[in-house]
């Protein structure tokens, strides 16, 4: 990786444009332009040297250029979408009941699952077992376990397990097996969701790459 000092001018100048557009466009509820501002950070408290001089970027212009109002993050959503995404985050508790349910209920109503998967993210594990190792199996993570254990059928676990393991791929290009109910298809929307929000959680560990959760934002960081 370069040094930040290698970098030159004129790299420098498109380095500063970008970190201003990802501001304004995050300010407006692009939640593509949240998730970059979100893995810059990341990298640069990792010791990215470019990540650091992006956040330095990107904090300048936030100091000068205040935003006009104070508000929740949008995730780039409908009002409507908002107020679930408000009430996932209100009915999501420390234990694995109270995410299960919150989850349950709230994810299948949130047409984009990259919406629902950062306060999946934010909220709970989704790696680990109770020991705090990597989870093997599909069950092996308490909340994970907790929310198959609610699904109906075995249908609807086979249809949580695709979504989730699938969840680079868009929603409308899955096509899991057997019967393709209404609850099939939220057990696949909250996999989705969960596996997104997996991503979101490995990338913040150590010696994680970038590419984990976007190869378009690693690229861009010179990984």
């Known amino acids: 990786m370069s040094n930040a000092s290698a970098v030159t001018p004129r790299t420098q100048l498109a380095m500063r444009q970008e970190s201003i557009n990802l501001v304004r466009r ?47 993050m949008s995730f780039g959503c409908t009002p409507v979408v908002q107020q679930i995404i408000n009430r996932l985050h209100s009915r999501m508790g420390g234990d694995p009941g109270s995410y299960v349910r919150a989850v349950i209920e709230e994810v299948p109503q949130i047409p984009d699952a990259h919406h629902a998967a950062v306060p999946l993210a934010n909220n709970g594990d989704l790696l680990h077992d109770k020991g705090g190792k990597p989870a093997r199996s599909r069950d092996g993570n308490p909340r994970i376990k907790g929310i198959l254990n609610k699904l109906k059928t075995p249908q609807c676990h086979e249809a949580f397990m695709y979504g989730m393991q699938s969840c680079n791929r868009p929603l409308n290009k899955l096509q899991p097996q057997g019967e393709y109910s209404p609850d099939t298809h939220s057990a696949l929307h909250i996999g989705r969701a969960v596996g997104i929000a997996r991503k979101i959680q490995a990338v913040r560990l150590p010696n994680v790459s970038i590419a984990t959760i976007s190869p378009m934002a690693a690229w861009e960081l010179g990984e």
Do not use: F, H, T
């Open 26 to 72: 995050a300010r407006v509820g692009d939640q593509n332009a949240r998730g970059m501002l979100m893995v810059v950070k990341q990298a640069a408290v990792k010791g990215n040297a470019r990540a650091r001089m992006s956040l330095q970027m990107i904090e300048e212009y936030i100091r000068r250029n205040p935003g006009k109002e104070k508000c929740r």
